[in-house]
């Protein structure tokens, strides 16, 4: 099955540097990726997603690009703020639409 | 989302005791998850179903049951031979494949 792993597990950049995660995954099915920012006691929300077709997808600050090639994707945030604070969970799946989660990275942003 | 609502919000489980953990969704969609979430960790997936009356194991389905006997509702039980359910536990719903999962505000269980 899918393994997906989520590197580093926890990040600490100053308010308005950028914020780098990288996930790597195994099953080359797997064609569908999205990031998730899970606050504090709340549900996880999307944030991005990105499609096999596809290399690169950016929405404002946000930015993920991936390469099919060497199974790994990345999460990029710049301009990072306070509320940019919070865990960050990457996932794949393939068209059976069972998701695998990374383990999570805990972004601190400090003013 | 507004769509899915998971109750009740804190639930606490005496020794031996079955609980049952409520998911509703109003978006018309096909697949449901559970998922179990431990403190600084990420989301194990407990059961899924892609359809009404239809449901697999995910990795971690031990001392855990579910029914899918309608659409919109996908309850889990949390049986006595789940030894340690103290967690945050989150129910998701999609569309179809290559979309995003939709998630419940969660239900925190523990132990009394």
């Known amino acids: 099955g899918e393994n997906v792993e989520q590197h580093p597990s926890t990040l600490s950049v100053q308010e308005g540097d950028s914020a780098v995660i990288k996930c790597t995954y195994s099953?080359?099915?797997?064609?569908?990726f999205p990031w998730y920012k899970q606050e504090l006691g709340k549900r996880p929300q999307l944030i991005i997603d990105?499609?096999?077709?596809?290399g690169e997808k950016k929405d404002q600050r946000i930015a993920v690009t991936l390469n099919k090639t060497a199974k790994h994707f990345s999460l990029h945030i710049t301009e990072t703020q306070p509320e940019d604070s919070a865990v960050y969970f990457c996932?794949?799946?393939?068209?059976?639409?069972?998701?695998?989660f990374g383990a999570g990275t805990q972004v601190v942003v400090t003013p | 989302d507004g769509g899915i609502t998971q109750s009740p919000k804190y639930l606490f489980r005496k020794e031996g005791q079955n609980v049952t953990l409520s998911c509703e969704q109003n978006?018309?969609?096909?697949?449901m998850y559970w998922y179990r979430q431990d403190p600084g960790q990420g989301l194990r997936l407990i059961y899924y179903s892609q359809i009404v009356n239809d449901f697999q194991k995910g990795d971690i389905a031990e001392g855990y049951s579910v029914s899918r006997e309608k659409k919109e509702s996908f309850p889990l039980t949390v049986t006595s031979a789940q030894k340690n359910p103290t967690a945050f536990y989150l129910c998701?719903?999609?569309?179809?494949?290559?979309?995003?999962?939709?998630f419940g505000d969660g239900t925190r269980l523990s132990i009394l």
């Open positions: 978006l018309n969609h096909d697949a």
């Open positions: 996932a794949a799946t393939d068209s059976w639409g069972k998701f695998q």
């Open positions: 099953d080359s099915a797997s064609n569908y």
């Open positions: 998701a719903s999609m569309s179809d494949a290559l979309q995003p999962q939709h």
């Open positions: 990105i499609r096999s077709n596809v």
